[in-house]
């Protein structure tokens, strides 16, 4: 088990730029989710993948916002033509989809600034 | 929907004393509850889970919760707790997808 691994661990970036972020969850764990915490807040749900399918999206995620999970495995979250508001940490999740909810493995997160 | 509400956003407490942090929680159907701990830049981790069965739950590093579904709380408890505990702790409720929503969590500070 060598965790959850995301990457970049800081983005700094103006105004109008596209930046990725990728994740890589536990290898045998078919959930995926993406999470944004601001300062002061608690991690609010984005989007969630089960394998390669993406079956929710939060009303948060503007169509600004993209994420992919190719093949089931590692997942992308990019954001176009950033905003200031974008600001924030953004975590990636993984947990097993067997029984009642599992608890879910966090990365270290991405900390986005937009300057 | 599913919501969290963790009323305390800052407690101190003196090393070696108890900690209780609140949580109470709405869902519609069985809840399945968590407490996770985030130290700064970091992600979070889990302390401990409750799914069903026994209401008082054991997690890791002496922390303990109990679940009262008549008061939808989940509060975490400690009997002593040590400079290493200061940290933000998040309750969270998931749904049957897994789909976790968190409290706005609550800063410990420990005092020497």
């Known amino acids: 088990d060598t965790g959850v691994s995301q990457d970049p661990r800081h983005k700094i970036t103006k105004r109008g730029q596209n930046v990725t972020f990728r994740c890589d969850p536990i290898?045998?764990?078919?959930?995926l989710y993406w999470y944004r915490q601001t300062l002061g807040q608690g991690p609010e749900f984005l989007t969630y993948?089960?394998?390669?399918?993406?079956?929710?999206k939060s009303r948060l995620l503007s169509d600004r916002f993209s994420a992919e999970r190719p093949k089931g495995s590692f997942s992308t979250l990019e954001i176009q033509r950033t905003e200031q508001g974008d600001s924030a940490m953004y975590l990636c999740?993984?947990?097993?989809?067997?029984?009642?909810?599992?608890?879910?493995?966090f990365g270290d997160g991405t900390r986005l600034s937009i300057l | 929907a599913q919501s969290v509400t963790q009323p305390d956003i800052h407690i101190t407490v003196s090393e070696g004393a108890s900690l209780e942090l609140r949580c109470n929680y709405s869902?519609?159907?069985?809840?399945?509850l968590f407490w996770y701990v985030q130290s700064p830049g970091q992600g979070l981790q889990l302390l401990l889970k409750?799914?069903?069965?026994?209401?008082l739950v054991q997690g890791i590093k002496g922390f303990e919760a109990e679940f009262k579904r008549s008061q939808s709380s989940f509060n975490l408890r400690k009997p002593s707790v040590h400079w290493s505990d200061a940290a933000e702790y998040f309750c969270?409720?998931?749904?049957?997808?897994?789909?976790?929503?968190f409290g706005d969590g609550t800063t410990l500070t420990v005092k020497p």
């Open positions: 999740a993984s947990s097993t989809a067997t029984g009642p909810p599992q608890p879910q493995h």
């Open positions: 290898s045998e764990h078919n959930r």
């Open positions: 993948f089960q394998n390669e399918a993406q079956l929710e």
């Open positions: 869902y519609g159907a069985t809840p399945y």
């Open positions: 409750y799914f069903s069965g026994d209401t």
């Open positions: 969270a409720v998931a749904g049957n997808a897994g789909k976790s929503t």
